[in-house]
């Protein structure tokens, strides 16, 4: 079994900053990318930020230059730094891994439980 558990969501101030977390464990091999997801209400799940296992990120138009993903490899985490947040950064993230568990040959995607993010104005 393989477990993602996020943490850092809350609520803050437009302009304000928070760093999301999100720890991979259980029957894992390898890692391959690492990615957090936002869905707001009444909206469709969206891709905020990816990075491989090589540290190549890719980010969503709307976070570019204000949120930054990043991973620690030895710890199977990683991390999505949120500043100058806006209103509309509302949503539940969601923390993805697409990773290989022992005896496979191939990766499958896993979930976190998500993590409610609330930026007033």
């Known amino acids: 079994q393989v477990q993602l558990v996020e943490s850092g969501g809350g609520l803050v101030q437009a302009g304000g900053s928070l760093r999301l977390s999100c720890a991979a464990s259980?029957?894992?091999?390898?890692?391959?990318?690492m990615g957090w997801y936002r869905q707001a209400p009444g909206r469709q799940r969206e891709l905020v930020a990816v990075?491989?296992?090589?540290?190549?990120?890719n980010y969503a138009d709307s976070v570019q230059g204000r949120f930054t993903i990043s991973r620690d490899n030895a710890k199977n985490t990683v991390y999505l730094q949120m500043n100058s947040l806006k209103p509309e950064d509302t949503a539940v993230y969601y923390c993805?891994?697409?990773?290989?568990?022992?005896?496979?040959?191939?990766?499958?995607?896993?979930w976190g439980q998500g993590t409610q993010v609330t930026v007033s104005s």
């Open positions: 993805n891994a697409d990773l290989i568990s022992p005896g496979r040959d191939r990766g499958s995607d896993y």
């Open positions: 259980g029957d894992i091999f390898r890692i391959n990318a």
């Open positions: 990075i491989n296992s090589g540290g190549r990120t």
